[in-house]
């Protein structure tokens, strides 16, 4: 009798020795884990924070080198916007076409001032420095990884559907969807603001431009988008832009999607 009350003294002895040294040990990681969490959070807001500086030091760069430039970017961006979640793009699409959207013309910061601000027509040299923006752009923009699912519509928005685009002549699907929207949106864009050599045109007139290189410079599907939408659509995202910098994403908004990226 007394063996066994001894054997199950020693045997509940011993489960309750396990039970303390497991839960020491499960408390001992579960802080581990949580400064670790900890950490690790800190380190995303750092990251997040760095990352949201940078974009901004960009703008601010572009802005101050050519604020007409910076301006059209931002008209653009509700354009594409529109015509993207139109065609049913997921949130990480759009935030990576905003993106590049408020960096797409960062290439011209390596284009001399005297061809950049000209007033006149330009001569076909001066035509070629315009054209290597994208790449120049792209050059800027890969170097950095969290910027590296933006990189590829900066360097192919000015691609035609047709292929006689540039820099890298694709053509037809061969041309990410982003860039084939933004194409739409940044020539929506142009037709309806001034130029040196012409003054800016109504949306009615840019949709009709559009509609008529579907096919040729503009991806149908895309063309197709902006029919939806309507003249009427369109004129207000380019108000609302102008008059009070709407947008459907702030730039603060493409912060998470960056890092995640």
């Known amino acids: 009798k007394w063996e066994i009350l001894t054997y ?41 924070q760095a990352y949201q500086g940078t974009i901004k030091a960009l703008i601010s760069t572009l802005d101050c080198r050519d604020h007409a430039t910076w301006v059209h970017s931002t008209r653009v961006v509700g354009y594409a916007m529109a015509i993207a979640d139109q065609m049913g793009l997921k949130e990480e699409e759009q935030h990576k076409l905003a993106l590049a959207g408020f960096l797409h013309d960062i290439g011209k910061i390596g284009v001399p001032d005297h061809i950049l601000f000209k007033k006149s027509k330009l001569l076909p040299e001066e035509w070629e420095a315009i054209k290597r923006h994208p790449e120049i752009g792209y050059q800027i923009i890969h170097q950095l990884d969290f910027f590296n699912n933006a990189a590829d519509i900066i360097l192919l928005h000015h691609e035609h559907y047709d292929g006689g685009g540039y820099p890298l002549g694709l053509k037809g699907e061969k041309i990410p969807l982003t860039a084939r929207i933004f194409a739409v949106a940044d020539a929506l864009d142009a037709i309806t603001s001034d130029r040196p050599y012409r003054p800016a045109r109504s949306m009615e007139i840019a949709v009709q431009e559009v509609c008529r290189l579907s096919g040729q410079q503009f991806c149908p599907k895309c063309v197709k988008c902006i029919k939806a939408l309507g003249v009427d659509h369109l004129s207000q995202i380019e108000q609302n832009v102008k008059e009070h910098g709407k947008l459907k994403l702030k730039l603060e908004e493409l912060v998470c999607c960056g890092v995640r990226s």
Not at 31 to 39: G, N, W
């Open 8 to 48: 199950s003294a020693f045997v509940v002895a011993v489960w309750v020795l396990f039970f303390i040294f497991t839960s020491y040990h499960y408390n001992n990681l579960r802080k581990q884990l949580l400064v670790k969490t900890t950490r690790e959070k800190d380190s995303v807001k750092r990251l997040n």
